[in-house]
């Protein structure tokens, strides 16, 4: 029996990544608003599970997701491998470049499960920044490869540097105003920002500053949900081998 595994046109990956991230989210979020952990004005994502039971939802949510996240990376890399395998030898780096960033992306959202907000803040912000900015350029290098690579129809190249330019401007918008108003909510307010309400100073910026994110994050989800238009076409094989030939018996 051959020792063999074949999936065919493998579109669920991205759609289980989305849906993981997705419904995590929002199941902390209402568990969040109802113990009156947050307000329902928009918390910050990384907001909706800061504190115990949603921090367990939300943690074991984005492991899960990071993990399909990075299985979605891996396959994409084996089908741009295929497309490019007659490619200039640059682009061919670009792709296995674009796979190392999209691996440690992933790696980061894990760390930001590993380190909610409400215990080490420092490693928290640092681990979503290393998210943002690697899967910023993993996008940004799919789109290029997306321009470079025949095959792909011209209208998901078009709508991958969309995304790509909706993401790079709110991303640009949220290191902006996540500082100016993290400094100035903690300068004036007591209570902590998962709490706001329209009456508190400084709402404005900070209502926009999660907006930004959720959007932005909420981009890349689609982003990475395009992939499966190529998935489909495709099935992914898996084989074991003998790391040694078996010898073949003499009469």
């Excluded at 959202?109 to 928290?124: E, I, K, N, R, Y």
């Excluded at 690697?134 to 996008?139: G, H, S």
């Excluded at 910026?205 to 999660?210: A, G, Q, T």
Aim: hydrophobic share 55%; charged share 10%.
């Amino acid at each position: 029996m051959d020792a063999t595994v074949c999936w065919k046109n493998l579109t669920w990956p991205p759609i289980l990544h989305i849906g993981i991230l997705s419904i995590g989210t929002l199941i902390s979020f209402v568990v969040a608003y109802s113990k009156g952990d947050v307000s329902a004005y928009l918390p910050f994502i990384s907001e909706t599970g800061a504190v115990v039971p949603e921090m367990c939802i939300f943690s074991l949510c984005l492991i899960l997701g990071s993990f399909v996240g990075a299985i979605v990376i891996c396959y994409r890399h084996l089908i741009m491998t295929y497309f490019l395998k007659a490619a200039d030898a640059k682009l061919q780096k670009l792709n296995h470049f674009g796979f190392a960033i999209g691996l440690i992306s992933m790696a980061g959202l894990a760390g930001v499960a590993a380190f909610p907000m409400s215990t080490v803040l420092w490693a928290h912000l640092l681990a979503a920044g290393i998210h943002f900015t690697l899967a910023m350029l993993y996008v940004f290098l799919q789109t290029f490869i997306s321009y470079r690579t025949p095959g792909i129809p011209i209208h998901l190249c078009r709508l991958r540097l969309a995304l790509s330019i909706v993401l790079l401007n709110f991303l640009f918008l949220l290191v902006i105003f996540f500082p100016l108003s993290q400094f100035r909510w903690n300068k004036i307010n007591s209570h902590v920002p998962a709490l706001k309400v329209p009456e508190d100073q400084v709402f404005g910026i900070m209502f926009c500053s999660s907006l930004f994110e959720w959007i932005l994050y909420t981009s890349f989800l689609v982003y990475m949900l395009t992939f499966s238009i190529e998935f489909r076409n495709f099935h992914l094989v898996i084989s074991v081998v003998p790391s040694e030939p078996k010898p073949v018996p003499v009469s």
